[in-house]
């Protein structure tokens, strides 16, 4: 069983409509969750750092659940930018992370 | 802003060569990993260094070895190349007292032949 399990998707959405995915982590003692993204062949960007709080950056919103073990991403507003593999990632209290197989996203116009 | 820097972008070996990576992280980052991703997969961790030591060590072949110098660059060194091993190589880097988010370079795109 991988550490970080996501819904693989793919999650087929229309420009302007919000978006949702969640993942889950086995790990309790997981210290640092992100959610990057990837492009086809590319390396993963830094989408945004989760904190236990919640917290948002423009159309991304990203929740923490400690309690239940899951990350949620949500897009609101989709762009056709935004079409690409989510990886929700967790690091636990050592230096690697750990990787979700990934969400793939697709807006189409 | 600078980012990390990976050479070469690409490679092509053949089987049971020696292949060498290089990796430049972000300036006054401190801290390098390398992750391997395999076609259609999750990057996979193989090892890490934190100020020129290695810190951590995840599921990198005893055919592979890596080191950080003091300008905090790093190489990993691939020996012995299989079939197996054709995948794209991540160098990420992070610095260490800022919650080590993890900023990754374009990759190299190693096929053994």
């Known amino acids: 069983r991988k550490e970080v399990e996501q819904d693989p998707g793919p999650f087929n959405v229309p420009e302007g409509a919000t978006v949702a995915f969640n993942c889950t982590y086995s790990?309790?003692?997981?210290?640092?969750f992100f959610w990057y993204r990837q492009d086809c062949r590319k390396e993963p960007k830094l989408l945004m750092s989760v904190y236990s709080s919640g917290n948002e950056d423009g159309r991304f919103t990203a929740q923490l659940n400690r309690a239940s073990q899951y990350i949620s991403l949500l897009i609101r507003d989709s762009k056709l930018s935004d079409s690409a593999t989510y990886l929700c990632v967790v690091n636990g209290n050592d230096y690697k992370l750990s990787f979700g197989a990934g969400t793939t996203v697709t807006v189409r116009a | 802003a600078a980012g990390v820097i990976q050479s070469p972008r690409h490679l092509i070996k053949e089987k049971r060569e020696t292949a060498t990576l290089k990796c430049y992280p972000i300036p006054r980052h401190d801290t390098v990993y390398w992750y391997q991703q395999g076609p259609g997969q999750d990057p996979q961790f193989l090892i890490s260094?934190?100020?020129?030591?290695?810190?951590d060590k995840g599921s990198i072949p005893d055919r592979f070895s890596a080191q950080q110098f003091s300008d905090y660059h790093s190489e990993l060194n691939m020996s012995s190349l299989e079939l197996g091993d054709s995948a794209l190589y991540f160098c990420?880097?992070?610095?260490?007292?800022?919650?080590?988010?993890?900023?990754f370079g374009p990759g190299t795109r190693l096929t053994v032949t």
């Open positions: 260094f934190y100020e020129k030591m290695q810190s």
């Open positions: 790990n309790s003692a997981s210290q640092s």
């Open positions: 990420a880097s992070s610095l260490e007292a800022a919650g080590r988010e993890q900023y």
